[in-house]
Nanobody
Framework: QVQLVESGGGSVQAGRSLRLSCAAS????????????MGWFRQAPGKEREGVAVINSAGRANYADSVKDRFTISKVNAKYTLYLQMNSLKPEDTAIYYCAAGRYGEVWYDLSLLPPTSYAYWGQGTQVTVSS
């Protein structure tokens, strides 16, 4: 069973940076992890969960307009870890951040920000709070 565990959240002032990590376990082969499409989502109080960034099965990335040029998604397959580097943080970035992975063995090359229902595995979330 695939499990995802996020870390790296915290409280920072606007303009600062944070790096979130998402450690994966349960992948029998590295090729299954390296080929997995994965994403970062966030959910602010009273709002729906929204896609922030996606990395597809070919390792290409795409971002929501609200974070483009500020956030970077990346994977280190040898470490089974997904990252989200967040720079120039704004108060409106405050939310619980979740990582998610597609179904085991399923590949996806489209760079669309898929809805949450397209992902099979989720982490527990990590809080990011940005003060002005």
């Amino acid at each position: 069973q695939v499990q995802l565990v996020e870390s790296g959240g915290g409280s920072v002032q606007a303009g600062r940076s944070l790096r979130l990590s998402c450690a994966a376990s349960g992948y029998t082969y590295m090729s299954a992890y390296s080929g997995a499409y994965m994403g970062w989502f966030r959910q602010a109080p009273g709002k729906e969960r929204e896609g922030v960034a996606v990395i597809n099965s070919a390792g290409r990335a795409n971002y929501a307009d609200s974070v483009k040029d500020r956030f970077t998604i990346s994977k280190v397959n040898a470490k089974y870890t997904l990252y989200l580097q967040m720079n120039s943080l704004k108060p409106e970035d405050t939310a619980i951040y979740y990582c998610a992975a597609g179904r085991y063995g399923e590949v996806w090359y489209d760079l669309s920000l898929l809805p949450p229902t397209s992902y099979a595995y989720w982490g527990q979330g990590t809080q990011v709070t940005v003060s002005s």
